[in-house]
T-cell receptor, first 113, second 115 residues
Framework: GDSVTQMEGPVTLSEEAFLTINCTYTATGYPSLFWYVQYPGEGLQLLLKATKADDKGSNKGFEATYRKETTSFHLEKGSVQVSDSAVYFCALSSGGSNYKLTFGKGTLLTVNP | DTGVSQDPRHKITKRGQNVTFRCDPISEHNRLYWYRQTLGQGPEFLTYFQNEAQLEKSRLLSDRFSAERPKGSFSTLEIQRTEQGDSAMYLC?????????????FGPGTRLLVL
């Protein structure tokens, strides 16, 4: 079945540091890939997505590229801010008839001033 | 667009009691999903509706769980005879068929604690 493996946390960085959160997946067919973010006390929000190989999703300075050859969708940001502190979830949807999401376990990011 | 709403936000109950949660999707979204999230884990798919039809249920959804979506609008998730293992965050999401790659929008969740 479908599965997502993402970097174990927690990750602690200083402000303006470079961020990478690794995500790899196993899926049938050609899934769509997503990063969701959960800020403290809030619900899941879509951060970015990519629907086919070599697509790059980007939002709020975050980027991730759909790499079919390595089955990866790593999240990167060049300069993190304190406000980026949150839990980040990598997810996939295999489409088909229901588009249900399969999530990784999440990575807690803390950014210190 | 007021987003996906869920009610209640928090529920504390005693083991063996029944609980019901409500989800109001984004208006005109025809697909509605329920997920469960336990501490330190990502959300796990429970069930899915297209309009009023429940089209798929996960093996995680035991016989004590039932979900409905009358008239294809709001949805309810009922848990009968709650157990301590049911303690979790229950998330609802909605999407529009043919919308931007079927993006799912999540509500704030209902946190259930079974004592």
């Amino acid at each position: 079945g479908d599965s997502v493996t993402q970097m174990e946390g927690p990750v602690t960085l200083s402000e303006e540091a470079f961020l990478t959160i690794n995500c790899t997946y196993t899926a049938t067919g050609y899934p769509s890939l997503f990063w969701y973010v959960q800020y403290p006390g809030e619900g899941l929000q879509l951060l970015l997505k990519a629907t086919k190989a070599d697509d790059k999703g980007s939002n709020k300075g975050f980027e991730a590229t759909y790499r079919k050859e390595t089955t990866s969708f790593h999240l990167e940001k060049g300069s993190v801010q304190v406000s980026d502190s949150a839990v980040y979830f990598c997810a996939l949807s295999s489409g088909g008839s229901n588009y249900k999401l399969t999530f990784g376990k999440g990575t807690l990011l803390t950014v210190n001033p | 667009d007021t987003g996906v709403s869920q009610d209640p936000r928090h529920k504390i109950t005693k083991r063996g009691q029944n609980v019901t949660f409500r989800c109001d999707p984004i208006s005109e979204h025809n697909r509605l999903y329920w997920y469960r999230q336990t501490l330190g884990q990502g959300p796990e798919f429970l069930t899915y509706f297209q309009n009023e039809a429940q089209l798929e249920k996960s093996r995680l959804l035991s016989d004590r769980f039932s979900a409905e979506r009358p008239k294809g609008s709001f949805s309810t998730l009922e848990i009968q005879r709650t157990e301590q293992g049911d303690s979790a965050m229950y998330l609802c999401a909605s999407s529009l068929t043919g919308g931007p790659q079927e993006t799912q929008y999540f509500g704030p969740g209902t946190r259930l604690l079974v004592l």
